[in-house]
């Protein structure tokens, strides 16, 4: 069985200041990270890897060179090899465009039965990748996945974490598979993992290595445009009280409930 | 790759039906398609996929949907999301809308990047702005990106459809007119649009909640503050007061006092309701990114430097303990006078 893991560097979010005096975000000396997502699906290729027999896992990542940093985070879990799409022709990619791209290094890869994703990205938060893939390789998807509970030679079964419940699902092999946090508890890589991935060699792809279709990468094979982009205050002046008694406090709150038309 | 972008006209809403019953972000995305309909000067049309359809496509109708397309299939009942693209993309073809907009739920955020996908063009996720641009007609599709910390509007130029999901809670629905007039249209589909490598084998509904927290609205939520996972009956009683969700911090999920569905923020669920109650919640950054487009925040925390009153409308600084058990008493006069 072939696992890829696809996985994305983002800014490093738990660290995302807030500038008090304006509500906006701090951006400078932001730091990079793992999509704290995609360790959940890191973490689950690893498990099948030790679950069963004959169980390769490669992660790809599509980024600037220093998204290397990330693939090393993934061997250092236990992926078993790592590659790196990156070209300055990719830059400025949507969701289409990068679905495509993804799609043309795993064609370059070989066969795979599952690739996992993680739910969404916390920068772009869109979790729109791994469906545009699987559209585009014309793979099955499983969504919000929170349990994998048999795989055989042709199919898996799921349990997809949705609103009001949980659905079991079948899916023939190959498929695409995007899973929640609930899935699992990364574990956190040992020192032989971290030797591993430090002596890891990591192939880059361009978008000659890929043969890519010039008209569907980057910012020029995408048919979104970005055409405007704002910081919003986030603060709010908001009523405080302090040093009330509870029962005023409250009586204070429930008015205000019912200005707003809230009671 | 840009195809004619002629012939594509009319603003299209997904309807969703969930195990046998209409979801109402149905009605709020006909609120949604309304106002671009409006401002098209095109009919606002609804896409209704399932099983046994006639009297939610009539309940469609008095809401505000002109033309009602209707897929009705056995087959259809659950969100199979192979057949649902098939049919979804040849839909498309046959009928050409210019913009077609779906909830950001488990279900759009699943469909909308396949069907995109397969016909070939854009789409922007979980938006709380669309508009249509005075100049060219475009739609405007607004989001935020790293949890609210940055907004961008985005455009699909060249291909049509126009696609977008939008976030639950972010617009009211309309109010129904029993009077409203409008059309039915059943459409049929070959054998092959219904293969697929996918098949449900059970659906086990949760017991816990009865509304998922992105749909409440109402959502009251606790945080390490509450000190115990017994603490959160309080906030269950008020949510029930309130007919709303209970939702959580992380930090409230790590020490497992509340399932993981329940956490709102950055790694958990974003959250746009009415009223949003932060009870015990410092307001990590994540946290506040799950949050921050509520209509109204109201915080309780013994901090008063908690980042949470930051976001807040009105905040209290005291004691959750005393505060909350006169603040729950208070609430059940005013659900019993009303």
Partial sequence: ?263 | MPKEKEGYKGVWILSEKREGVLNPVSFELISWGAELAKKRNVPLSAVLLGEDLQKDAEELIKYGADIVYVVDDPRLSYFNPEIYLNILANLIKDEKPEIFIASATTMGRTIMPLVASKVETGLTADCTGLDIEEETGLLLQTRPAIGGNVMATIKTPEHRPQMATVRPKSKKPPMPNEKRKGKIIEKNFSEKVFSTRIKRISFQKDETSEIPVQEADIVIAGGKGLKDGKNFDMLYQLAGLFNGAVGASRAAVDMGWIPYSHQIGLSGKTVSPRLYMAIGISGAVQHIAGMSSSDVIVAINKDPDANIFHVSDFGIVGDLFEILPLFIEKIKKEVKSQ
């Fill in chain 1, 1 to 263: 069985m072939r696992i890829a893991v696809l996985i994305k560097q983002v800014p490093a979010t738990d660290k995302v200041k807030i500038n008090k005096e304006t509500g906006t975000m701090i951006r400078e000396n932001l730091e990079s990270e793992l999509n704290p997502l995609d360790m959940y699906a890191v973490e689950e290729a690893v498990r099948l890897k030790e679950k069963y027999n004959n169980v390769k896992t490669v992660a790809i990542s599509m980024g600037p060179p220093f998204a290397k940093d990330v693939i090393r985070d993934a061997i250092s879990m236990g992926i078993d090899k790592g590659y790196l799409v990156s070209d300055r022709k990719f830059g400025g990619a949507d969701t289409w465009a990068t679905a495509y791209t993804l799609k043309k290094a795993i064609n370059k890869l070989g066969e795979f039965d599952i690739i996992f994703t993680g739910e969404r990205a916390t920068d772009g938060e869109t979790g729109q990748v791994g469906p545009s893939l699987a559209a585009q390789l014309n793979f099955p998807i499983l969504t919000y996945v929170s349990k994998i509970i048999e795989i055989t030679d042709e199919h898996i079964v799921v349990e997809r974490s949705i609103e009001g419940g949980k659905e079991i699902v079948l899916s023939k092999l190959p498929v695409v598979i995007s899973v929640v946090k609930e899935i699992n508890e990364p574990h956190i890589p040992n020192l032989a993992g971290k030797i591993k991935a430090k002596k890891a060699d990591i192939p880059t792809f361009t978008s000659k290595d890929l043969n890519a279709d010039p008209s569907k990468i980057g910012l020029l094979g995408s048919p979104t445009r970005v055409v405007n982009v704002y910081y919003p205050k986030m603060t709010r002046k908001g009523i405080i009280i302090k040093s009330k008694d509870p029962e005023s406090a409250v009586s204070e709150l429930i008015n205000f409930l019912k200005e707003k038309n809230i009671i």
